[in-house]
Nanobody
Framework: QVHLVEAGGGSVQAGGSLRVSCLAS?????????MAWFRQAPGQEREGVAA???????TYADSVKARFTVFRDNAKNTLYLEMTSLKPEDTAMYYC?????????????????WGQGTQVTVSS
């Protein structure tokens, strides 16, 4: 079964860095699920931030390119999102997602499994 648990959120000042992680069940990584990070701010729709396919191909939203890096550690069954040069507009609940649809996509429809989210708050 697929099970995802995010961790590492918190509060940081603008310009700072933060790394969030997503511990996945062994089943998720051994079955080569495609994975992604999404975020949702209050009153806004959930948006794709970064995706990494089972073959390692990555995709980023324009708003985070050159600032965020997504990577996975298959040995630890963990997905990471390294965030640098954070801005107040990055404030949101960040969700990890897994799916067997086309890899590297940033649309929620391609992901069937979701974590509970971890809050990231960036103050100016």
């Amino acid at each position: 079964q697929v099970h995802l648990v995010e961790a590492g959120g918190g509060s940081v000042q603008a310009g700072g860095s933060l790394r969030v992680s997503c511990l996945a069940s062994r089943y998720t990584f051994s079955n080569r699920y495609n994975m992604a990070w999404f975020r949702q701010a209050p009153g806004q729709e959930r948006e794709g931030v970064a995706a990494i396919a089972s073959d390692g191909t990555t995709t980023y939203a324009d708003s985070v390119k050159a600032r965020f890096t997504v990577f996975r550690d298959n040995a630890k069954n963990t997905l990471y999102l390294e965030m640098t040069s954070l801005k107040p507009e990055d404030t949101a609940m960040y969700y990890c997602a897994a799916g067997m649809g086309p890899g590297g996509r940033l649309w929620t429809v391609f992901y069937a499994y979701w974590g509970q989210g971890t809050q990231v708050t960036v103050s100016s």
